[in-house]
């Protein structure tokens, strides 16, 4: 009987570099990884949503997670999570679904990568969450990790120094 693999969550504020680590770390180790939904999802919606296109999105999450329980891959890359999702709730809504609490509390996540916000926050057409936002987010995605005692590291600098910290985080924690 196989093993499940290892889930690394890639995470953080807007305009991070959440999406380009993910990609990075999955083709370095050659292994699968999650593409973010929430974006795809939003540019279909040109931006405008409400709280049940943020359940469909959290829902898919979820579906995108337990698909890979039956990989052979030593580990899958994820690009955001529902720990983004919930905050995403809790700000725009002041509501989070029970189900998504139990989503939470009884999902493996072996590491969150968290992307510090030492990189410029880049307007696009589904970001709304610069300025002062940026580090509230940041702070209470944190937060939000402790809090279900997740093991996570802080990803900083640019470009390659980014990816070599996110390397060496991957290995301190006996990921890869």
Known sequence: MGTSPKIVV?????STGKSELTK???HKYKVPYIPEYARVYMEILGGKYNYSDVEIIARKQITQLNSTKGSNSPVIFVDTWLIITKIWFEVA???VPDW???ALTNT???LFLVCNIDLPWESDTVRENGG???SFLHNKYIKEIKKYK???KIVSGNS????SNAQKHLKQSGII
């Open 150 to 152: 997740f093991k996570y």
């Open 10 to 14: 890639v995470t953080g504020a807007e």
């Open 93 to 95: 809504f002041k509501v």
């Open 24 to 26: 990075w770390l999955a």
């Open 108 to 110: 493996n996540i072996d």
């Open 160 to 163: 390659s120094l980014r990816l």
């Open 132 to 134: 002062y936002m940026r």
């Open 100 to 102: 998504l609490e139990y």
